[in-house]
Each structure stands twice: as C-alpha cells, then as structure tokens.
C-alpha cells in the first residue's frame, strides 16, 4: 500500500504534532497540579484546576455529539484533580483526533492550548 503524500500526508503530520503538543500540555498541567502542596491547593488551585478539567471535558463531549446538559464533573477532592484533569484532557485529544485533520482540529487544539497555558501551578 502507497503512503498517502503531498498536502495530505503534511495536513495529518501537522496534526499529529499538535496533538503530542496538547497531550504533553495535558501532563504537564495534571503533573503541576499533583505536585502542589496542600495550601496551595486549598487557596483556589484545585477549584481552578476543576473548572478547567470540566471544560476541557465540556469541549470534548461536545466534539463526541453528546446532545443537551452534560453531567457536572464530580468532585473528588483537592488531592484527585490532577488525575481529572489528565483523565478530561486525555479524552479531549482522543475527541479532536477523531475530527482528522483539518482548521476545526487545529482550532480545537489551538484553544485547548490557550485554556492550559492559564493552568493553576503556572504562577
């Protein structure tokens, strides 16, 4: 079989760049916030890193076609939010990668990128 090549071949590796970037974003942020100390977590950083794990997870939901209210994130405490934040970023890259390659991937990327540069632990 003949690998696919020209514009393409250059659209799906691009992709695939971005995707490794928003991925190790993802673990950067998540591995940020199970690092941080207890106060820290408790001054706001785990109540900022919730809301960005339940949008990230609002984004990729929306991208699967889940229709209407989608479920709250549960609250597993200060010490889990990393974790739901891995586990929402992970699901958002799957998400965007079952878009393919093309400008709403790569804006869904872009965006998701913008919201985890703002990820508590940053400062």
């Given at each position: 079989?003949?690998?696919?090549?020209?514009?393409?071949?250059?659209e799906?590796?691009?992709?695939?760049?971005?995707?490794?970037?928003?991925e190790?974003?993802?673990?950067?942020?998540?591995?940020?916030?199970?690092?941080?100390?207890?106060?820290?977590?408790?001054?706001g950083?785990?109540?900022?890193?919730?809301?960005?794990?339940?949008?990230?997870?609002?984004?990729?939901?929306?991208?699967?076609?889940?229709?209407?209210?989608?479920?709250?994130?549960?609250?597993?405490?200060?010490?889990?939010?990393?974790?739901?934040?891995?586990?929402?970023?992970?699901?958002?890259?799957?998400?965007?990668?079952?878009?393919?390659?093309g400008?709403?991937?790569?804006?869904?990327?872009?965006?998701?990128?913008?919201?985890?540069?703002?990820?508590?632990?940053?400062?």
């Open positions: 079989m003949e690998t696919p090549r020209g514009p393409e071949q250059h799906r590796l691009e992709q695939l760049e971005q995707l490794e970037r928003l190790q974003a993802v673990e950067r942020a998540a591995g940020r916030l199970r690092r941080l100390p207890e106060s820290a977590l408790r001054r950083a785990a109540a900022e890193g919730r809301a960005l794990a339940a949008e990230l997870a609002r984004r990729g939901q929306r991208l699967e076609g889940r229709p209407g209210r989608l479920p709250e994130l549960p609250d597993a405490g200060i010490f889990a939010v990393g974790d739901q934040l891995a586990v929402t970023g992970h699901d958002l890259v799957e998400a965007v990668r079952a878009l393919g390659p400008e709403a991937a790569a804006e869904e990327i872009r965006q998701a990128l913008d919201l985890l540069r703002g990820a508590p632990g940053r400062r």
